[in-house]
């Protein structure tokens, strides 16, 4: 005889639930890695249509094993973009750069355009030099409230001068969630800079996913010092 006081004993999920639960397991496990190698596929084809038309048949492996190796044009890609690179580091090279530039910005329509992708890929594609430094937590929008921020640069010239600030004064970049590319840029005295241990990439993740995942695992309710007792 039971009692209301008894507890009920816990159901087993039935057959349907356990092969939906393994199901979505299965699908967070595969589609990373199939999504990954889907997409790499397909760009190299991508790449594969647009360079191989433009090099001679007579120096393409397909002519000698009779096989279509997907990724050659990616490969005489990368290898042309290196050599360009290469020769764009010379005193030839920039130059020769200096003067086409010259030449499209007497070009009213092509100059936006060119100023717009060229000033995207160099964001995109930025020596790591250029990268922020370090990752940081400060008061942002009010004292009490804390948002990750990534340290750019020490402010210098104008900036610096208007601000009569006795210390540094630090550039730092407050990211938006979920996307980080877009935010706002504070400049503040480093004293209200508090530098994190984690990494750039740590921290951008913590940006990414909202606050869900932490570095090395850490339980996000408690303090680091805490957390790894």
Known sequence: MTTPFDQEPQRRPGLFARLRSSFLTGIVVIAPVGLTIWLLWSVMGWVDSVVLPLVPSTILPEQYIGINLRGIGLIIFLLFTIVIGWIAKGILGRSLISFAESLVQRMPVVRSIYSGIKQISETVFAQSERSFEKACIIQYPRPGIWAIGFVSTTAKGEVYAHTKTSGKLMSIFIPTTPNPTSGFLL???????????????????LVISAGLVYPNSKDPSQPAEIAAD
């Open 187 to 205: 400049f503040l005295p480093e004293e209200d800079v508090i530098e994190l241990e984690m990494s750039v990439e740590d921290a951008a993740k």
